[in-house]
């Protein structure tokens, strides 16, 4: 059974950083796709941020020159490295495992940024 655990959330003063980390377990990591995305009160949950087993990135364009996603320890770990936060950035943050096999979210994360 595929395990996504998200952590790092909190909150962060506007202009501030924060690093949230995605943690796999149980997954196949073949031709994957691993995600960030968001979800604002009120608001539909959207892509932040993905990539692909061939290191492959692809950002929203509300974020990009911001954050970075990448991997860490291996297949089965992502990062997001949040900087120059802003109010709108606040959301529950999800990390989502894709293969062919699998379609994985986890429980999500808070990120409040502050004003």
């Known amino acids: 059974q595929v395990r996504v655990v998200e952590s790092g959330g909190g909150l962060v003063r506007t202009g501030g950083s924060l690093r949230l980390s995605c943690a796999v377990s149980?997954?196949?990591?073949?031709?994957?796709?691993m995600g960030w995305y968001r979800q604002a009160p009120g608001k539909q949950r959207e892509s932040v941020a993905t990539?692909?087993?061939?290191?492959?990135?692809n950002y929203a364009d509300s974020v990009k020159g911001r954050f970075t996603v990448g991997r860490d320890n291996g297949p089965n770990e992502v990062y997001l490295q949040m900087s120059s936060l802003k109010p709108e950035d606040t959301g529950v943050y999800y990390c989502?495992?894709?293969?062919?096999?699998?379609?994985?979210w986890g429980q999500g994360t808070q990120v409040t940024v502050s004003s």
């Open positions: 990539i692909r087993d061939s290191g492959t990135t």
């Open positions: 989502n495992y894709r293969s062919s096999v699998y379609d994985v």
């Open positions: 149980g997954g196949d990591f073949g031709v994957n796709i």
